[in-house]
């Protein structure tokens, strides 16, 4: 499968803080991601600068887009490419703070990953919210969505999926 890279970048939705004229909130999916804490490192220092503070808000996944569509907040951390598509109100800020890859761990010793048709056959498990794995598999896949990566690698020993997508994390400060 091709390496598919995925950037940390600051999503805006229009740019007008929600809560308060000097405060930006900012949502990121509720588990544990070395990039969120790079985030949380970096992003309350930058706004300092411009006169804001800034709040970090964990949702799971789902409810984290969803906070994010409806405006209830200012900002979401994490997105791909096709994020502007999917979310039409959103400007993306393209100072990347690190990038993810995507990839897949299985049990089977015979399974040969050659893009997302070869995976047709099998049962996918992935994180719900993950949208590169959602776009690629809407038609025509079987999927085994769960809301956290443990829970993913649980059915996948388990064998309620063949295999297991998740990011491979890279951030630095």
Not at 8 to 27: D, E, H, R, S
Not at 51 to 56: A, M, Q
Not at 70 to 87: Q, T
Not at 129 to 137: D, L
Request: hydrophobic content about 40%; some cysteine; overall charge neutral.
């Amino acid at each position: 499968m091709r390496k598919l890279a995925f950037l940390l970048t600051l999503v805006l939705a229009g740019f007008v803080p929600v809560m308060a004229q000097n405060k930006i909130i900012i949502v990121t999916p509720g588990y544990d991601h070395p990039m969120a804490q790079v985030a949380a490192k970096i992003l309350p220092e930058a706004y300092k600068e411009l006169g804001y503070t800034v709040e970090f808000q964990e949702l799971p996944p789902e409810r984290s887009l969803k906070a994010f569509d409806e405006g209830r907040v200012d900002a979401y951390i994490f997105s791909d490419a096709e994020f502007k598509e999917n979310h039409p109100g959103a400007v993306l800020v393209n100072e990347p703070i690190g990038t993810d890859d995507i990839v897949v761990f299985t049990k089977r010793k015979d399974m040969v990953v050659k893009g997302w048709e070869s995976l047709k056959p099998y049962v996918i498990g992935y994180q719900i919210s993950m949208a590169v794995v959602e776009n690629n598999t809407a038609t025509g896949f079987k999927r085994e969505p769960s809301q956290n990566p443990p829970q993913a690698f649980q059915k996948l020993a388990a064998d309620r999926s063949t295999w297991s997508s998740c990011r491979r994390a890279s951030a630095s400060l």
